[in-house]
């Protein structure tokens, strides 16, 4: 899993608990599977965790991710992600987050932005996205060219917590990972906004090979602006923490925001 860095947003992320405890001894390569609480970041330093950045890749020059007062700090200044270096599956991921004060470079005078990818596969930076305002997308030889990983992505953005974004890439051998997801959901048609379908349980279940889904009640009126909140948002207000959980079983993702379910798809991967 991973949590991007959108050079957009200044960001503070803490208590990373996961439910990713392995019964008996597990491989290096093998997916850990939830047996206990394990924290993910122990309070001092990015130990068991690896950074990418789209323009130095497995290097920060500009301290983009650093922990201060015993949280994990992402200042924004750089498209790309922090990760854990180890992979798990069946877990509840338990995120803390609260938003500075700056967006950076392509995102100033935006919405801010961030978020949580699941099911990240691939080698590093194989995302055909190369951030936010990129000129050209990464679809040349050298694969880890782009911002991210391929993955399903759990929205933190200002009016959009628990949006699902799928985030297409390619693995090492250069062919395409298949990101789909199914959900029961509705069309939304919302002039600026990145979803164009929106969660609703009473809807029938669609399967969706690109694009984005809203979250449950996400404003009909949202603006890609900062500061922006909607009438039922469920995130906290600016300054506090927002307590995200995704909650990854077998083939379901549920997506709670301070304990109350905004999203629900089911991931495909072929």
């Known amino acids: ?36 609480v394990i924290k993910l970041f122990n309070g001092r330093d990015l130990q068991g965790w690896t950074t990418w950045l789209v323009d130095t890749r497995k290097t920060d020059p500009r301290g983009v991710y650093s922990v201060r007062n015993g949280v994990i700090r992402i200042s924004g200044d750089g498209f790309g992600y922090l990760g854990t270096l180890r992979a798990y599956k069946d877990y509840r991921l338990v995120v803390e987050v609260k938003w500075g004060r700056h967006n950076f470079r392509t995102r100033r005078g935006m919405a801010r932005d961030s978020g949580i990818f699941l099911h990240a596969v691939g080698p590093e930076g194989n995302s055909y996205d190369r ?34 974004l799928l985030i297409h890439g390619r693995y090492a051998d250069g062919r395409h990972v298949p990101v789909r997801v199914t959900a ?4 939304r048609r919302v002039p600026g906004d990145y979803a164009k379908f929106q969660f609703d349980p009473t809807c029938p279940v669609r399967t969706l090979s690109v694009g984005a889904i809203a979250w449950l009640k ?53």
């Open 184 to 187: 029961p959901v509705k069309d």
């Open 131 to 164: 951030g936010w305002g990129a000129k050209s997308s990464n679809t040349g030889p050298d694969i880890s060219s782009g911002a991210y990983k391929a993955a399903i992505e759990c929205q933190v953005m200002e009016g959009g917590f628990g949006d699902i």
């Open 1 to 36: 899993m991973a949590m991007p860095c959108r050079v957009l947003t200044l960001a503070a992320i803490v208590a990373v608990t996961v439910l990713v405890s392995a019964t008996g001894p597990v491989r290096a390569d093998e997916p850990i599977v939830p047996d206990r």
């Open 218 to 270: 996400k404003d009909p009126h949202w603006r890609d602006v900062p500061g922006f909140r909607g009438q039922h948002d469920v995130e906290s207000p600016a300054g506090q923490w927002t307590r995200i959980e995704c909650v990854c079983d077998n083939d379901r993702i549920t997506v709670y925001v301070n304990g109350q379910r905004v999203n629900g798809p089911r991931p495909h991967w072929n």
